[in-house]
């Protein structure tokens, strides 16, 4: 596997290949990232919960996150950052795959939105001494090259009692069926080769590096796919294929 692992990156340049070979179709409903379109909705509506609760807002506001810095790391296309900035967060889309950043800030610009998209990594971000409120950490830790190296600078990102939201693929028979041989070679969701079963991580192995990366795990929430209603939803206690934690910097 081809890894960068010059200048204290954590950026996998195999993994970073697949995603740039996808950039143009990230707002398609139905194109290579309709999965993620799919469960769009059951992430916005953890992640929107778990700001609110945390920083006691009003989500019947007009702009309940107003005030907020927001980094979305791993930002793709903009499936998070823009409802983010909608909400009235001041948003920083970050990737490291530079053919996704333009996809992004033309789609934005569309849109009406101001979000300071950047071609970066966590790491590079750390190191220039940025300060985030919320850091959204959506389906990234399985695809980088050092799990522990790249929540530690997570960790750097967010200011003191600050909030990372971190979700990923836990690794199990299910998980490879469902998430490989379901998403990759029977619906064709995604293409051949998108995950490495291996990276998948367990929820209790994520709450081990969360804290050996300093930070506190406070919540995780299964989310759960319904072949029937062709819908996602949260779950208290299935975690078996995708999840979500919610952790703080005491």
Known sequence: MDTETTRG??????EIAKFEAMAAEWWDPNGKFKPLHM???CRLDYITRQIAAEYDRDLSAEQPFAGL?????????????EPMARLGAEVVGADAAPRNIPVARIHAEKMGLQ????????EALAE???????????????????????LAACQQLLRPGGLMICSTIN????????????AEHVMRWLPKGTHDWQKFITPDELYDLLRGAGLE??????FVFNPL????SLSDRDLSVNYVTASLRP
């Open 171 to 182: 690794r199990n028979a299910k998980s490879w069926l469902m998430a490989i041989v379901g």
């Open 115 to 122: 979000i300071d998209y950047r071609v970066t990594t966590a």
């Open 128 to 150: 220039a001494g940025e300060v985030f409120d919320v850091v959204l950490n959506m389906e990234v830790v399985e695809h980088v090259a050092n799990p522990a190296s790249y």
């Open 229 to 232: 209603g062709w819908s996602w």
């Open 69 to 81: 810095r927001i980094l979305d790391i791993g930002c793709g296309g903009g499936l998070l950052s």
């Open 39 to 41: 469960l769009n909705p």
């Open 217 to 222: 795990p406070v919540d995780r929430k299964g």
């Open 9 to 14: 990156t954590t950026v996998d340049q195999a």
